[in-house]
DNA sequence: AAAATTACCGACCGATCGGTCTTTTTGTGT
DNA sequence: ACACAAAAAGACCGATCGGTCGGTAATTTT
C-alpha cells in the first residue's frame, strides 16, 4: 500500500519545512521570502503552493515542525530524567544544549519568531503563542510535581519558576547571538541552577557546578 | 542667527525618527518600510532621502534615537537615585515602568530589533550590539558600585547578575506582549528583587514587596 | 533684486513580493 | 499500452519594495 508519489510529497514537504523552520530561525518566519525558501530547497515556487495554499498555512505547518523538532531535541531526552527537580533541570540544561549544536542555524525558532509576531494579530502569532504556553505549562508541571515529590521547597511559587527559567533561556539566544557573548550560555546554566539549588530541600540531586 | 529652513528640517527629522523608533518596536528596523513611514508622518518618501542616503542612514538614525529615548525614560530617572544596590534596582525598575508607560506602540525598540538584526551582519547590527552593550556596561557598572559600598556582597558576580537582570526586563516584554500575561511585570519585578535582597547585607535598602 | 541654499514633492525605475494559471513530469492502477 | 492522479515546473500578474530624478517653494546670502 505504498504509493511512491505520495511518500515523494511527503519527502518534499518535510524537507522543506526543515529547511523552512532553519531559515526562520535565522529571519523570522515573515521576513523568510517563499521564493528564497524555493531556492533553498531545490523546489520551484510554484511547487510550495501544491502543498500549501498560502504563505499563513506554509507558516502555521513550520511553527507545527518547529514544535516536533523542540519536543524531539529538548523535552524527550529530558524526560529520561526521573519526575521532579533533576528533569526540570534538564529541560533547562538540553535546550542550552539543543541551542549550541547548531541544529537551527538561527539558533532559536521561538526566539527569531516571537517578537516579530507578537503586536501581529491573526492565526500565525495564535499559533506561535499557543507553543510557547504549551512549553511554559510544561515546566511548572514538572515544577509542580518538584514540589509534590519534597524536592522544592512548598512555598516555591511555580509561576515565579517558571518564569525565570524561560527568561534565562531566552537570554542565552539573545546573548549569545547578538553580542558574541560566548559565555552567556554558563551565565543561563549558573543562573538557573543556584536558583533552584536554593529552592530544594535536596540540592544534592543537582549538578555540584 | 536662526536659520528657519534648518530648523524645518530639524523638527522633520526628529519627528521622523521619533515615529520611526515607535514604528519599529512593532514591525521590526527592517520590516518597518519607507511608504508606510513617510505615510505615517505626513512626509512624502522621497522627502526621506532629502534627509538620510538610504535606509541603511536612516536606521542608524533611529537607534540613535531609540538610545536618546531609552536614556531619557530609564537611564536618567534611575541615577537620581543614590549610588548602589537602591540605584541598581530603580534601573530595572525603571525599565519596566517604561513598558508599561505605553510610550512605545510595540513595548521595546531593542526587544523587536535584536532578534532581526542578530544574524545579519552589517552596521545596523554592530550598532544594536553597541547599545546593548552599552546598557549591560551601565548596568555592570552600577552593580560594582554596590559592591564597592557594601551594598552588595562582595563575592557577588556583577557579570552574572547584569545577565540575570537583562534576562528578566527582556522577558517581562515578550511574556507581556506575546502571551497577554499581565503578571510578567511583577515576575520581573519579583525576581530581580529576591535576587538582590539575597546578594546583600542591607536588605532595607530595598522595597518589601 | 539676483543667486544660492535648503526642504520637499511627484513621477518613475528595476527588483522582488505573494499568488494564479497552464503545462509537463512522475508514478499507479488496469 | 492506456487512462488517471499527484507532484512539480514555468510563465506570468498586480502590488510593493528601496531608490533616483527633475523640479518647485521657501528662505538666506550676496
Redesign the pocket.
Known sequence: ??????A??????TAVLDAAVSMASVDGL?A?????L?HAT??????L???W????ALQLAVIARAVHIWTAHVVTPAFAEPRGVRRLWALHERRIEFYASGVLSGGCFFVATQAEFDDRPGPVRDALAAAINDWLFLIKAVAAQAVELGELRPDADVEQVAFEIEAHGHAVVTFSRLLHAEGAAAYGRTAVLERLRSLSPVPGLLPAS
Chains 1, 2 share one sequence.
Do not use: I, Q, Y
Open positions: 500500500m505504498a504509493d511512491g508519489r505520495l515523494r510529497g511527503e519527502r518534499t514537504r515573515e523568510m521570502s517563499l521564493a528564497r524555493a531545490e523546489v520551484s515556487k510554484s511547487g503552493f501544491a502543498h495554499p498560502d504563505k499563513e
